[in-house]
């Protein structure tokens, strides 16, 4: 696969801005370890192979299992993820999928685990990794 455009080099005010997004985030009181799994989890929805190699190595390093990442396609099925976190996943599906809309109960269950400024940047989080799968994935970033 060939890529198509690199934005960062095209357009890089127009990269900066979107990063400076992933800044801000990075320096969030969301957890850190919470904001690779929403990645992790809109970038296997939107089928992002570039994010999906990128955030499950970065997860790894602040210590994320090798199982929770394994298995959190099928989150639901499992005991491995909080309360909270089962949460924020359920959110990251309804925000990424944001056809069907975001049900009054899933954000309700979001918004009854955090402050309305960390639900601001969880919901901003997701908001951003699915703009980075769409720019990776009409771009055609390769991994590795």
């Known amino acids: 696969m060939e890529n198509r455009i690199n934005i960062q080099k095209a357009d890089p005010a127009a990269y900066q801005a979107m990063y400076g997004l992933e800044k801000y985030l990075s320096a969030s009181s969301v957890d850190p370890i919470l904001l690779e799994l929403i990645k992790m989890r809109a970038s ?34 499992t005991t491995l993820f909080t309360k909270e976190e089962e949460a924020v996943l359920a959110l990251t599906e309804e925000v990424t999928l944001i056809g069907n809309h975001v049900s009054d109960e899933t954000y309700a269950k979001a918004a009854g685990f955090f402050d309305k400024k960390t639900l601001s940047q969880i919901i ?19 991994v590795g």
């Open 44 to 77: 296997q929805i939107n089928g992002c192979a570039f994010c999906l190699n990128m955030h499950s190595a970065d997860a790894r390093k602040i210590g994320e299992t090798e199982q929770r990442l394994y298995l959190l396609n099928a989150w639901r099925e």
């Open 124 to 142: 901003m989080a997701i908001v951003t990794i699915n703009a980075w799968n769409r720019i990776a994935i009409t771009s055609k970033l390769t």
